[in-house]
């Protein structure tokens, strides 16, 4: 009988011992019906644990250890209560850091997605941009071609109106004030007589004929150089 005690007290301070090294969640597990369980696989380490520590000190006794097994691990409710409640509390906890890290993945894909979002339509307003600015040079130099096409023949025209004009002219025996301000409509509203006579003079009209030009009751007096320059007209005459 003495032997057996002295193995059992043995066994029980080793266990005590080999379960202090153990975290509480490592011998039990909850349930889904909130009570606690052992859990086997950590059961048997602490009975592997116990065994091989027996097994040393019994040689001295005279004692061999074949096997060490474990019924059961008891623990006060009020223990159990407070292992719950912070179970609970650290399951929250861990849920809430869940939570936080699942948010904070969310966002990081939304901000990618939004990111990746704002790139495309950059991309697309770029790309329309860039059509637009194409479209609105092919159509300023289709304007620019229309127009100039337009101004050449408009010129062509005019120059054409202007022959008319000319051959009219030297047609004419007579120039009077009438036939000025006829050519001066003709070919342009803002010319000014004096430079509808310098064209004429340029083009060399009434050259080898007198030229008579009435401008009314008053006329300018004659310079020195128009004076001449009658007198020699009146002298062919």
């Known amino acids: 009988a003495g032997w057996q005690t002295t193995v059992r007290e043995a066994a029980k301070t080793f266990l005590r011992d080999i379960v202090a090294t153990c975290n509480f969640d490592e011998i039990f597990i909850l349930t889904d019906g ?4 052992e859990e086997k696989r950590t059961i048997h380490r602490i009975e592997e644990a116990v065994k091989e520590k027996l097994a040393k000190a019994a040689v001295n006794w005279g004692v061999k250890i074949t096997t060490i097994d474990i019924e059961n691990i008891e623990m006060p409710p009020e223990a159990v209560d407070q292992m719950i409640q912070w179970w609970a509390s650290d399951w929250r906890k861990q849920l809430a850091i869940r939570e936080a890290e699942k948010d904070k993945i969310t966002a990081g894909i939304k901000a990618k997605t939004d990111l990746m ?22 159509r300023a130099q289709t304007e620019r071609a229309i127009a100039i096409e337009k101004g ?4 062509e025209a005019k120059s054409e109106r202007f022959r008319q004009i000319i051959t009219a002219l030297r047609e004419s025996k007579v120039v009077d004030k009438e036939t000025i301000e006829t050519v001066a409509r003709e070919m342009s509203k803002a010319l000014a007589y004096e430079e509808i006579f310098r064209y004429l003079l ?29 007198g020699t007209e009146q002298g062919n005459l």
């Open 117 to 138: 979002k704002a790139e495309a339509e950059r991309e697309i307003m770029l790309r329309k941009v860039l059509a637009e600015l194409n479209v609105a040079r092919m």
């Open 34 to 37: 909130a009570e606690l369980k």
């Open 202 to 230: 340029n083009i060399g009209f009434g050259v080898g004929r007198p030229i008579r030009l009435w401008w009314g009751k008053e006329q300018p007096p004659p310079s020195e150089s128009s004076k001449e320059t009658e």
């Open 152 to 155: 050449r023949g408009e010129a």
